[in-house]
């Protein structure tokens, strides 16, 4: 399930986790486990981004965050 979705055009807009500064106009969908899957728009090619984390990885993360 995704945990964020953005829309933006990356020839104007930049985004932290972004490597690939010239796919133009996509969708970005963020997953809780590290993924982030990027549709090029219109073309609708899919390019995958980021590492998905370990189970263990993921509990240590959020224990971490909602700890504090």
Do not use: C
């Amino acid at each position: 399930m995704p945990s964020q979705i953005h829309a933006f055009n990356t020839i104007d807009t930049a985004v932290w986790y972004d490597t690939r500064r010239t796919d133009g106009r996509v969708i970005d969908t963020h997953f809780n486990d590290g993924r982030i899957e990027r549709e090029l728009r219109p073309s609708g090619k899919k390019v995958k981004l980021g590492k998905k984390r370990s189970r263990s990885r993921l509990i240590d993360m959020f224990t971490r965050r909602n700890s504090k």
